[in-house]
């Protein structure tokens, strides 16, 4: 695993991108980009995947252009960011929720444009991730966690970023409504309230 610092206004509520297996591939794609090369790179991952941050990083050590959430602009605007990276000999990264196919572009010139664009996805989080994420954005909240509460939680939350999130605002809720630090009983109980109970 490692932490890499990035700027405050971002959209993630974090300054960090944490790499770990199930990102690893993207981290690697990016460092091996050199300013010189002209790629086109769409990331596709579920909200709070972090895959916006990618794209920060992307315009920090490559130089490129980088357009988020894709799958909700109008067709002129993704043409505009392709014709622009081009004509400035930039490389260009777009992230995405969906597939392409399901964006409904209507310029055909444009559907040719993403259809080339190299094709990456982040996957579930992982082990490792869901330990990190939970300590990163509580210790951002000044909410302290028991090691045995991480611990149970991390090998029974589901595999979702968005489940993920809303686990940890949770304990934020619980932690400032009570004023301390997160236990092992509130784990247990947000797990079978969101219906997370099965290893219980």
């Not at 579930?124 to 951002?140: C, F, G, V």
């Not at 509130?186 to 099965?198: C, E, M, T, W, Y």
Request: glycine share 4%; charged share 25%; net charge negative.
């Amino acid at each position: 695993m490692r932490q890499i610092p990035l700027p405050l206004d971002n959209d993630e509520n974090s300054n960090d991108l944490i790499i770990t297996g199930c990102n690893q591939h993207i981290y690697d794609r990016i460092i091996a980009i050199e300013k010189s090369d002209r790629v086109q790179l769409l990331i596709l991952g579920d909200d709070k995947s972090a895959k916006n941050l990618f794209g920060r990083y992307f315009e920090q050590c490559c130089g490129g252009i980088f357009i988020q959430d894709v799958d909700k602009l109008h067709d002129n605007k993704l043409f505009f960011a392709w014709n622009k990276a081009h004509g400035e000999g930039r490389s260009l990264m777009m992230s995405a929720v969906h597939e392409p196919s399901r964006w409904g572009l209507a310029l055909p010139d444009l559907k040719s444009r993403i259809a080339s664009m190299e094709l990456m996805h982040i996957g579930p989080p992982d082990d490792e991730l869901i330990m990190e994420l939970i300590m990163q954005k509580l210790s951002l909240a000044n909410v302290a966690i028991a090691s045995k509460a991480i611990s149970y939680c991390q090998k029974r939350l589901e595999r979702d970023y968005q489940s993920l999130d809303r686990f940890i605002r949770h304990c934020i809720i619980i932690a400032r409504e009570q004023n301390r630090a997160i236990k092992l009983e509130d784990v247990k109980s947000l797990l079978i309230a969101h219906g997370q109970d099965n290893l219980l």
